[in-house]
């Protein structure tokens, strides 16, 4: 009798507190985590067609420049960082710059990739891809990659190192006075690695389809470990740049493929947050974690990135200069510089077109939830807005805000809250030594309505992106916790009086 009155007196109680923090209604939108669907690339890279070159439509028809000075720019561009990649060759015609171009051909997440968290913690990242135990990380890159096939086919644009007056269709390319053929240096093989010259299909330069695979992965461990964002940054751009130092693509190339591999990455991050993406950056962590560990650098991954001084002078470097990348990269400030150069490669900037509002496409705030954990959707849409690109530049009208995206300065960046909430400055890695992405006053990060842009946005995953909602969970289960045993306690106190009083009128 005494067990059952207990029982239902937990039971009661359990029901009570689950009420008593459940939220009231009306207070919060209902949560409808989506999926986004796969980004329409032909749509989102159209300005090529449009503005730049007209696309061949019959087997007698050839493609047409459309803009003369922003294609001679390109193929003036591809030239020039060819020549410069190809100085001072070997006996053997290579270059460290063309063997390290080689192995980005190559597109192997071993070797591609992890050199851009330092030479330590990339031979880390490296032997932890080889001995398999990073699994998820690399399920993530295999996954998280754009097809560029409809896009090439829509554009139908020669490479640079063919007859470019020669369309897909058998018939003559009008380019505007431009010449037929460039003076591109072909890099011999090194190795097992090739490039590939006589494999690739002749007409389907735009855009990039290395570079668009370099970007999905690039972004990705940027957002996976925002710390060293502007290094992994600047060497995903370099991954790109490489394509011309090879010789098999031009810059506008190189930008659609930076387009394709950011909006990639938002549809991703948005569909696959809570299944793929936070496991894989927790199993990367914890691995880099236990290897820094166990070598010495410190218990933490930020002490690690700090004793081997990855975010500096310890990490991803760079001497190769260009026409556009003009400075070695050798810290955070540097890298932020290199690969902003790379988002335009210099090319001018339609003064009718300046200071468009930017808003940031859909799944782009979701790149951010690692790094700025306590932020909600639209303070990290803020982020992007605060460091995006300005309008005007090529390719930017279609790109739905892709080509916008800054993700050297918004991934890892110094953001402060106003007592709203609201984000009212965004200081960047170019213009402040930081340790990593920092959020000053977080403790305003739910005020405002802030936490409701989490569902209004239809983020995916176990929780909200910000502590509100992970808190809120854990109070939900405290206060049940302390409610039943509030009530166990009296109930059971309660017994014992009623026993106590029966003995003593016995």
């Known amino acids: 009798m005494l067990v059952r009155r207990v029982a239902a007196a937990l039971a009661a109680v359990t029901a009570a507190a689950a009420l008593a923090v459940a939220p009231i209604p009306g207070t919060v939108p209902a949560a409808r985590a989506d999926q986004l669907p796969n980004p329409d690339w032909v749509a989102l890279l159209s300005d090529y067609e449009k503005d730049y070159w007209k696309v061949p439509t019959s087997a007698k028809d050839g493609g047409k420049v459309l803009d003369k000075a922003v294609m001679k720019r390109d193929e003036d561009l591809a030239v020039a960082i060819n020549h410069k990649g190809a100085e001072n060759a070997d006996a053997e015609g290579l270059t460290p710059q063309r063997k390290r171009a080689l192995v980005d051909s190559d597109l192997l997440p071993r070797e591609t990739m992890p050199d851009a968290l330092g ?76 490039p590939g010259y006589s494999n690739l299909q002749k007409n389907s330069s735009y855009p990039s389809g290395h570079t668009t695979m370099a970007y999905s992965w690039g972004v990705a461990l940027a957002g996976m470990i925002p710390e060293l964002a502007p290094q992994i940054m600047a060497r995903t751009s370099e991954a790109g740049n490489n394509r011309i130092v090879l010789g098999v693509h031009y810059p506008l190339d190189i930008m659609g493929g930076r387009i394709g591999g950011s909006a990639q ?93 930017f808003t940031a496409p859909r799944g782009a705030a979701d790149v951010l939830r690692l790094a700025y954990p306590e932020l909600h959707a639209d303070q990290r849409d803020a982020i992007l807005k605060a460091t995006a690109l300005d309008s005007g530049y090529p390719l930017w009208k279609s790109s739905e805000g892709w080509q916008r995206i800054d993700w050297a300065k918004a ?90 009083a029966r003995r003593r009128r016995a």
């Open 119 to 194: 030479p330590v913690l990339g031979r880390y990242m490296s032997e932890g891809i080889n001995e398999h135990k990073l699994g998820r990380v690399v399920d993530l890159f295999r996954f998280n990659v754009a097809s560029t096939y409809l896009s090439k086919r829509a554009a139908m644009h020669p490479r640079p190192y063919l007859d470019r007056s020669l369309s897909t269709y058998n018939g003559t390319n009008d380019l505007a006075g431009l010449p037929a053929t460039l003076d591109i240096r072909e890099s011999p093989s090194w190795g097992e690695h090739i």
């Open 411 to 500: 991934l890892c960046a110094r953001v402060t809250l106003d007592e709203n909430g609201d984000v009212v400055k965004v200081e960047t890695a170019d213009e402040t030594r930081l340790d990593g992405p920092a959020v000053v006053n977080a403790r305003y990060a739910d005020r405002g309505g802030h936490p409701a842009s989490d569902r209004a946005a239809g983020e995916n995953g176990d929780g909200p992106a910000g502590p509100a909602g992970y808190v809120t969970d854990m109070e939900r289960q405290a206060l049940t916790v302390v409610a039943i045993g509030t009530v166990g306690v009296a109930a059971v106190a309660g017994a014992m009086r009623v026993r106590a």
């Open 265 to 357: 990455n938002g549809q991703y991050w948005h569909n696959e947050f809570g299944t793929s993406v936070a496991p894989a950056a927790r199993q990367l962590r914890d691995y880099l974690t236990a290897r820094c560990r166990a070598d010495g650098h410190g218990a933490t991954l930020k002490a690690c990135i700090a004793n081997l001084k990855a975010a500096g002078e310890g990490g991803y470097t760079n001497g190769f200069l260009d026409p556009v990348a003009d400075e070695p990269v050798r810290d955070q400030a540097s890298a932020v510089r290199v690969y902003d150069k790379r988002m335009t490669y210099g090319f001018a900037q339609e003064k009718s077109e300046k200071g468009r509002p």
